[in-house]
């Protein structure tokens, strides 16, 4: 991805970074940098931007790998979770004790979902899913399958679960309702940024990572 050299000067770039890290909206980190609305909130795009471009580059995962999908949305009246109107559907897989991965999906079917799975997670690894019909194909695609059935319980006696994928979800949902809606053909940079926030733990790490990633 081509990208224009930023005409702020290196010290408040260095400040917009630790505003967005710290979660500081565009509005509120324009005044303290010192530079117009506008300009603070094509800054935050050009980070969440470059985020997006360099999470794409990882390696496929190994051993124990947690998948799932979620839907992201303000509330609605009327049907909930799975199919529920105007929400945005989307797919996760998490390495336990690793990083997530996560990408936008028109649709949970297992025609959309084997592609990516297969994409992203090595033959022969452990996939915990949960019951969804769409994951009845991973028993015969060259992984070994377990799955949660949430009806019944939430980790089974073998350790099935997917707690941490959906940790990752409610951390997502938490840091995204403060936007009050995000416009669908920019959400995939926001949910990126949220993964991006989860994989690199501390805000030091954040600030670090980010800042070498700019400077490319």
Request: some cysteine; hydrophobic content about 35%.
């Given at each position: 991805?081509?990208?224009?050299r930023s005409k702020?000067?290196?010290?408040?770039?260095?400040?917009?970074i630790e505003h967005?890290?710290?979660?500081?909206?565009?509005?509120?980190?324009?005044?303290?940098?010192?530079?117009?609305?506008?300009?603070?909130?094509?800054?935050?795009?050009?980070?969440?931007?470059?985020?997006?471009?360099?999470?794409?580059?990882?390696?496929?995962?190994?051993?124990?790998?947690?998948?799932?999908?979620?839907?992201f949305g303000g509330?609605?009246?009327?049907?909930?979770?799975?199919?529920?109107?105007?929400?945005?559907?989307?797919?996760?897989?998490?390495?336990?004790?690793?990083?997530?991965?996560?990408?936008?999906?028109?649709?949970?079917?297992?025609?959309?979902?084997?592609?990516?799975?297969?994409?992203?997670?090595?033959?022969?690894?452990?996939?915990?899913?949960?019951?969804?019909?769409?994951?009845?194909?991973?028993?015969?695609?060259?992984?070994?399958?377990?799955?949660?059935?949430?009806?019944?319980?939430?980790?089974?006696?073998?350790?099935?679960?997917?707690?941490?994928?959906?940790?990752?979800?409610?951390?997502?949902?938490?840091?995204?309702?403060?936007?009050?809606?995000?416009?669908?053909?920019?959400?995939?940079?926001?949910?990126?940024?949220?993964?991006?926030?989860?994989?690199?733990?501390?805000?030091?790490?954040?600030?670090?990572?980010?800042?070498?990633?700019?400077?490319?």
């Amino acid at each position: 991805m081509e990208r224009r050299r930023s005409k702020i000067s290196k010290d408040k770039q260095c400040k917009l970074i630790e505003h967005f890290v710290a979660g500081t909206p565009a509005r509120t980190a324009a005044e303290l940098a010192g530079v117009n609305r506008h300009t603070a909130t094509l800054f935050y795009h050009k980070l969440r931007e470059v985020i997006a471009e360099n999470l794409e580059s990882w390696q496929q995962m190994d051993g124990e790998v947690e998948v799932d999908e979620s839907y992201f949305g303000g509330a609605r009246k009327g049907k909930r979770g799975r199919g529920a109107a105007g929400k945005v559907p989307v797919f996760g897989l998490l390495k336990r004790g690793g990083k997530v991965y996560t990408v936008m999906i028109p649709d949970a079917k297992q025609s959309t979902l084997l592609p990516i799975i297969r994409q992203k997670i090595v033959p022969d690894s452990i996939v915990y899913t949960d019951g969804l019909g769409s994951y009845d194909i991973l028993d015969t695609s060259g992984f070994r399958h377990r799955r949660v059935n949430h009806s019944k319980h939430f980790v089974n006696s073998k350790g099935s679960h997917i707690n941490g994928i959906e940790n990752f979800w409610n951390q997502a949902k938490r840091h995204l309702r403060k936007y009050n809606g995000i416009p669908k053909n920019n959400f995939q940079l926001f949910l990126k940024e949220c993964e991006f926030r989860f994989n690199y733990g501390s805000p030091k790490q954040l600030m670090d990572t980010l800042t070498q990633w700019m400077l490319k």
